[in-house]
């Protein structure tokens, strides 16, 4: 056998075609188990997003202030842990007059608005389970892409 530049690689040194071919068939497999690896990663990346809850974020509205203050209402039954809806001054007040909030569930009326703040006029009985109603004016503060219940003004 003639050993020739014309001749294909794996007559003229079999010993490099081995190595490319094997070099190759090396490379090929990284770059699809590199791309199974990808998808799968994207896949699960989407399933846990799919999965997780949507991040709330209430608008700069009355709308929303109101929302906010009707569920507020709804949800301080006596005794129910209230923090996660009162916003961070309150939360760091050792005083319980600021964590006071009118009893009883509340008619919301009137709503202003002044940039991070708002005011509510919510009427509400006077004691828990009480015939008569009482008109009060509640704070609500917008922090954390939420309007939090920050005291009676």
């Known amino acids: ?67 906010r203050a009707s569920l507020f209402s709804r949800d301080s039954a006596p005794g129910k842990d209230m923090s996660d809806s009162m916003c961070r001054r309150i939360l760091g007040s050792f005083d319980a007059r600021d964590r006071w909030y009118p009893p009883g569930r509340w008619l919301v009326g009137a709503v202003t608005i002044a940039g991070d703040d708002a005011t509510v006029a919510v009427t509400h009985p006077v004691t828990a389970g009480a015939d008569r109603e009482t008109t009060t004016t509640v704070r609500f503060r917008y922090e954390g892409g939420l309007w939090q219940y920050c005291g009676v003004s």
């Open 1 to 67: 056998m003639v050993n020739t530049y014309q001749a294909p690689l794996r007559q003229r040194n079999p010993a490099a075609f081995v190595a490319v071919a094997a070099t190759s068939a090396i490379a090929f497999v990284l770059v699809v188990a590199v791309a199974a690896l990808a998808a799968a990663f994207g896949m699960l990346l989407l399933l846990a997003h799919a999965l997780s809850d949507p991040l709330v974020h209430d608008r700069h509205d009355e709308g929303s202030v109101r929302f």
